[in-house]
Structure formats: C-alpha cells, structure tokens
C-alpha cells in the first residue's frame, strides 16, 4: 500500500474525531503504537538470513532490517457500538529498503456482548500470534518460527470477520469467521488469495489456551511480471500456548497444500520465568520442496515498564537453501544467527 493511502486511512478515525467533536459528542480516540529495533548478523556471508519473503537479509556484517520494524495505531470510538481502527507499520519486505505498509483500516460493530463484526482490511488469523505477529514486545521470541510462519506470507485479510464467544463451563469458545481477499507484495512476487475463507475455533481456560483454524482460497502467484495459472490451496492449523506458575509453552503445527504437495511445519518453544527474566528454548522444522530445521536459545529481559531486551541465537539447518535468499554455489548449512533486539510499546 502507498504512502499516501497509508496516510489516508490513519487520518480516517482522526478525521470522523473531528467531525463528532463539532457535534458536541467527542468520541474517545487512543493513537498507539510498538516496534522493534535490531541488530541481527550469521556465521556466513553464503547466503543471507532473511524472515520470509524479505528481499534482502543478514551477513556476517550485523544488519537492523531482519528484524526490525515501527508501528502506529489509531483506534477511535464512534459510539457505544461502532469503532474505527487504522494501523500502519514500517519495515523492509518486497525490497531491501524500508517502506510502509496499511495493515489494518477496518470499522468494528458491537453487534452484542458476544458478538462482533469487522468489515475492511481485517488481520488474516491464520496462526496462534496472527493479531501480534509483528507486535514483538507481545511475543517471548525475538521472531516466530520461520518454519511456521513462512508458509502463509499474508498478514491481512480485505473483506469482513465475524467473532463470537461463548462461555463452555469455566472456558471461553470463541469462533471467528472471516472471507475476503488477500494480496502481499514480497520479494520479486505478488501472492493474492481469492475467495478466502477462515474458520478459527479458540477455547480459553485459565492460562491454557488451544486453537484450532482453517483457510481455503485460490491463490494467484506473480513472479517477475508473469501470472501463474490459480491454484486452490487449504491451510490447516493447531497451536497450544500456556502460561502457567512461571512456566511459558507455546507449540503450533501446520499443513499447507497446494501446487499439488503439502508442506508441514511445527515448533514447540519453552520457557521459565525468573522474575523479569525469561529464558527460553524451540525447536521447529519445515517438511516439502522447501526444507529446513532451526534450534533457538534466547532470553527476554523486561528491563522497562514498557519494553523489553532480548537476545537468540538460532542453529538454523536448511535443506539445500532453504529459507536463505542468495545462496552461493556451494552452500550448505547449518548456519549460526545471532541477535539482539529492543521491543516497545506506546
């Protein structure tokens, strides 16, 4: 999404602020936002580490655009049942430079207190963290598992969602609807999914919770200015998070299918919590014509009130390239990553 468009539906809620406030009815407006800044470096200059589908990637050399990014929020409330909320963040993706882009512009009714409704660009729950996967200060490693996270490039969704929770003895069932249209402009393609449908099942008890999804959609693939022909695809998804007495799982295993094979990934990350500090460990691994394992160690500091210091270091395994953009002729892994990383809030 351009810059200006960008702009444009971060000023919306601002703008209907103003407009309500000349009525005489101000409503509530809260500008938010988070980021990550990070330096992120290997054992190798072969290939470049990279999170999916970025263009550019880290070296030996450390670099701040793996994984770093800055986000800004505009939540405005129209009245006792309408809402307004635009989101924008910055990071590098389709090309090595930084950009913006308009992940979220979507208008919410409270249709009750179980039910709700969100019409525009919506998140795409696809995963466990699909509404704060770019969130890092909302997460306990310093990214999620590249061989989970690879497999759906896109984060939003263009069309409408529909939540409804239900309270099931001491938990809470919440079932989440979605369709619409997906596009993500990555690096030297375009993925689009048409006709998406998503079907989300999240049963909160206590600390546990456990969720179960799946999309189906046709997606069109644009490589270097070429259409390929459309293909149905289907994701399916489980994930498991628990924080309990100190102690934090989180585990998600994944199929997606298309192109006539599946991939399959799965991580399980573990950790426990000494006052602020929180070490932790995962392991995940990909399965299909792209393969690749990675073994994490890391620790999350909540030094301040609102941010926290991490660090990791991955043993990532590819299977031929795998994940890594640019490999060399010859290269092979395993592959070493390491870095640090400062999450905020505001």
């Known amino acids: 999404m351009k810059t200006k468009t960008l702009a444009a539906l971060l000023a919306l809620p601002l703008a209907v602020s103003t407009a309500r406030a000349q009525e005489g009815e101000p409503p509530a407006v809260k500008v938010s936002g988070f980021g990550t800044g990070a330096l992120t470096w290997t054992n190798t200059n072969d290939a470049r580490f990279a999170r999916p589908y970025q263009a550019g990637g880290a070296g030996t050399k450390p670099r701040t655009g793996v994984d770093s990014n800055v986000g800004l929020q505009v939540d405005a409330r129209v009245n006792d049942w309408l809402s307004l909320t635009g989101q924008g963040i910055v990071r590098k993706l389709e090309t090595d430079a930084y950009g913006a882009t308009g992940t979220l512009a979507f208008a919410k009714a409270k249709v009750s207190d179980t039910l709700a409704v969100r019409v525009g660009r919506v998140p795409l729950a696809a995963f466990l963290v699909s509404d704060y996967r770019n969130v890092g200060y909302a997460n306990t490693m ?41 596009t993500a402009k990555l690096a030297g393609e375009t993925v689009t ?43 399916t998804a489980a ?27 799965w991580y399980v990350m573990g950790g426990y919590r000494f006052g602020k500090v929180l070490p932790f460990a995962s392991h995940g691994r990909l399965t299909g014509d792209v393969a690749q394992r990675t073994d994490s160690v890391g620790v999350r500091w909540d030094a301040f009130r609102s941010a926290d210091i991490k660090f990791q270091v991955d043993r990532v395994r590819p299977e031929g390239a795998g994940l890594f953009n640019q490999p060399r002729p010859g290269f092979r892994g395993p592959v070493t990553v390491g870095a640090v990383a400062v999450d905020f809030v505001f």
Not at 219 to 231: R, S
């Open 239 to 265: 994930g498991f998070a628990m924080d309990a007495n100190d102690v934090v799982v989180q585990s998600e295993y994944t199929v997606a299918r298309g192109f006539g094979a599946a991939s399959k990934g």
């Open 193 to 235: 999914f048409t006709n998406a449908r998503v079907v989300n099942f999240v049963l909160e008890h206590g600390p546990f919770t456990l969720r179960l999804g799946r999309d189906d959609a046709r997606m069109v693939l644009k490589q270097g200015g070429i259409e390929l022909p459309q293909l149905k695809v289907s994701f």
């Open 142 to 182: 310093l990214r999620p598992s590249q061989e989970v996270y690879a497999q759906v490039p896109n984060d939003s969704l263009d069309g409408a969602d529909l939540d409804w929770r239900q309270e099931v003895g001491g938990s809470t069932l919440t079932t989440q609807v979605a369709y619409g249209r997906s």
